[in-house]
Antibody, heavy 123, light 107 residues
Framework: EVQVADSGGGLVQPGQSLRLPCTTS????????MAWVRQAPGKGLEWVSL??????????EYAASVKDRFTISRDDSKSIAYLQMNSLKAEDTAVYYC??????????????WGKGTTVTVSS | EIVMTQSPATLSVSPGESATLSCRAS??????LAWYQQQPDQAPRLLIY???SRATGIPARFSGSGSGTEFTLTISSLQSEDSAVYYC?????????FGGGTKVEIK
């Protein structure tokens, strides 16, 4: 069974940083892309970032709203993905879900969702 | 950016009836369309990918159809546990985008 566990959320002040780890099991981590999707309070889903597997060079994609502030990475030896979030803003406040990405020709759909970790950015 | 628009925003349906949810893309997404269900206070889960392929463990009463820019999720024989918000997502191009969701309420 695919298991995805996101963690690392918390309360931080604007401008600060936070790193979210995502631990996985039940599948060959190195064979899959991993992504982060967030959901602001009372709002819908917003894709944040994705990292491809090594077959696709481990390349990354970012939503415009987080580009140059967030960095996604992966450690295939530990089956863990990370989201490093810098220069956090109030509008980054959301539940962050780690997800397994399944490929289309270009993009990915999301199967295997973590339970979510809450990030609150407030002074 | 491809904008995904879902309608209606809220749907109220009696148990045993069918619900039809719509999703429209601002430009063609070919067959790269997925649907997700988010039950109250839960993480989303994948229902449908590739317009009409059900994910593992998803009951047959959930079906997807459509093409190009117009897509439909049909839930037949609605059950109480189907009360949730449903999102469509295109994975045709970057950035990946979701619709705003349709909330299905059980009367």
């Amino acid at each position: 069974e695919v298991q995805v566990a996101d963690s690392g959320g918390g309360l931080v002040q604007p401008g600060q940083s936070l790193r979210l780890p995502c631990t996985t099991s039940g599948f060959i981590f190195g064979d899959h892309a991993m992504a982060w999707v967030r959901q602001a309070p009372g709002k819908g889903l917003e894709w944040v970032s994705l990292i491809r597997n090594k077959d696709y060079g481990g390349t990354t994609e970012y939503a415009a709203s987080v580009k140059d502030r967030f960095t996604i990475s992966r450690d295939d030896s530990k089956s863990i993905a990370y989201l490093q979030m810098n220069s956090l803003k109030a509008e980054d406040t959301a539940v962050y879900y780690c997800v397994r990405g399944m490929p289309g020709v270009i993009g990915y759909y999301m199967d295997g969702w973590g339970k979510g970790t809450t990030v609150t950015v407030s002074s | 950016e491809i904008v995904m628009t879902q309608s209606p925003a809220t749907l109220s349906v009696s148990p045993g009836e069918s619900a039809t949810l719509s999703c429209r893309a601002s430009q063609t997404v070919d067959s790269y369309l997925a649907w997700y269900q988010q039950q109250p206070d839960q993480a989303p889960r994948l229902l449908i990918y590739g317009i009409s392929s059900r994910a593992t463990g998803i009951p047959a009463r959930f079906s997807g159809s459509g093409s190009g820019t117009e897509f439909t999720l049909t839930i037949s024989s609605l059950q109480s546990e189907d009360s949730a918000v449903y999102y469509c997502q295109q994975y045709h191009s970057w950035p990946l985008t979701f619709g705003g969701g349709t909330k299905v309420e059980i009367k």
